[in-house]
């Protein structure tokens, strides 16, 4: 990796890291030590921009209240009912770029989600393109296990896209209130790996595998969802440029003497969930995107059983087998990391 590649990367984390603190940094402030990098650095963001509010974690969540949906769209700007169809509810999330509703099909009288993205101008062509894009990629992803696309489109100066509604809840916010078992932790990350089977087999890589892009219904299923960076595994060694959540990263997307990024970097993140779920924490425990990058290019993955000793000594094999740290010592594949599972969960 060159020198002026490195220090983009570090300002691309830097910048990622406030956004997720809810600040809103000037390039031009974090460029100040270096600013020969401004214009490539500027260049980033676009290309990150026109993907990252289809794709930031759900960092607020509401539950109804009388009124609610009266107070919510005057301050947005957006129209009660979108395309004259999907009438917007609840708000049920906001991240850095996107809100997302719980909505209302009023054509086929059903329940849905609805994504658009936050922003205090009316969109422009790529937006539109971007949501369009997100939902060719996901209506090729046929799968139980992966959230389908119904509807994309555009109404006056706002683009949206229209997904089915998962009555349940994230990943993330699960595991906030209580720990999933060790047999819960085997089901959801074997439908995950199914789902990523299936994409993969498509030609997709997610490349933002985490708990906030997974829900669970109300039975227990899981359900990938935000395909809104995924990209051609062929696009993706064209331009192996960091994307998704550095947490979750696998260490060939930030240093590419590693290994090429390819599909196997999915598997890595869905390690990391998996890891999370065994042992309540992450891999890596840094003070800093900085210190975190190094750890997880290092590879030192500590034992899940030095931990938690209770982890089961199988799982935790599977687990480290996702986290290695050169691409050809993990699972090449996601189905054969669901079939050990399923043969855990069957033991």
């Known amino acids: 990796m060159t020198r002026s590649r490195e220090e983009i990367l570090e300002l691309l984390v830097r910048w990622e890291e406030a956004k997720a603190q809810g600040q809103d940094p000037a390039p031009e402030e974090l460029c100040r030590d270096c600013p020969d990098r401004l214009d490539e650095f500027r260049r980033q963001l676009v290309k990150l921009g026109l993907v990252d509010w289809l794709n930031q974690p759900l960092e607020v969540t509401t539950t109804p209240k009388d009124g609610q949906a009266d107070t919510i769209l005057p301050e947005t700007g957006l129209p009660r009912t979108l395309a004259d169809r999907y009438r917007l509810d609840v708000l049920i999330g906001v991240g850095g770029f996107g809100r997302v509703y719980k909505g209302f099909d009023t054509w086929l009288d059903r329940p849905v989600a609805v994504k658009v993205p936050k922003v205090d101008r009316p969109v422009g062509a790529e937006e539109v393109d971007q949501c369009r894009i997100e939902a060719k990629k996901v209506a090729r992803l046929r799968h139980p296990n992966i959230v389908p696309v119904h509807d994309v489109g555009k109404d006056g100066g706002s683009c949206f896209i229209v997904s089915e509604w998962i009555e349940g809840i994230d990943l993330q916010s699960r595991i906030k209130d209580e720990r999933l078992s060790y047999r819960q932790t085997a089901h959801v990350i074997a439908e995950v790996a199914d789902a990523l089977g299936h994409a993969h087999a498509?030609?997709?890589?997610?490349?933002?595998?985490?708990?906030?892009?997974?829900?669970?219904?109300?039975?227990?299923?899981?359900?990938?969802?935000?395909?809104?960076?995924?990209?051609?595994?062929?696009?993706?060694?064209?331009?192996?440029?960091?994307?998704?959540?550095?947490?979750?990263?696998?260490?060939?997307?930030?240093?590419?003497?590693?290994?090429?990024?390819?599909?196997?970097?999915?598997?890595?993140?869905?390690?990391?969930?998996?890891?999370?779920?065994?042992?309540?924490?992450?891999?890596?425990?840094?003070?800093?995107?900085?210190?975190?990058?190094?750890?997880?290019?290092?590879?030192?993955?500590?034992?899940?059983?030095?931990?938690?000793t209770g982890v089961p000594e199988t799982l935790e094999r599977f687990c480290l087998r996702c986290l290695a740290r050169h691409p050809e010592n993990r699972y090449h594949e996601a189905d054969p990391l669901a079939a050990d599972l399923r043969a855990f969960l069957a033991s």
């Open 202 to 308: 498509q030609g997709y890589v997610h490349r933002d595998i985490k708990p906030g892009n997974i829900l669970l219904d109300g039975s227990g299923r899981a359900y990938l969802t935000d395909f809104g960076i995924a990209v051609v595994e062929e696009e993706l060694l064209k331009d192996v440029g960091a994307a998704g959540t550095l947490a979750y990263m696998a260490p060939e997307q930030l240093d590419s003497t590693l290994g090429r990024a390819d599909h196997r970097a999915d598997i890595y993140a869905l390690g990391v969930v998996f890891f999370e779920l065994l042992t309540g924490r992450r891999p890596f425990q840094a003070s800093s995107p900085i210190e975190l990058r190094e750890q997880i290019v290092a590879g030192d993955v500590p034992p899940p059983r030095s931990i938690e």
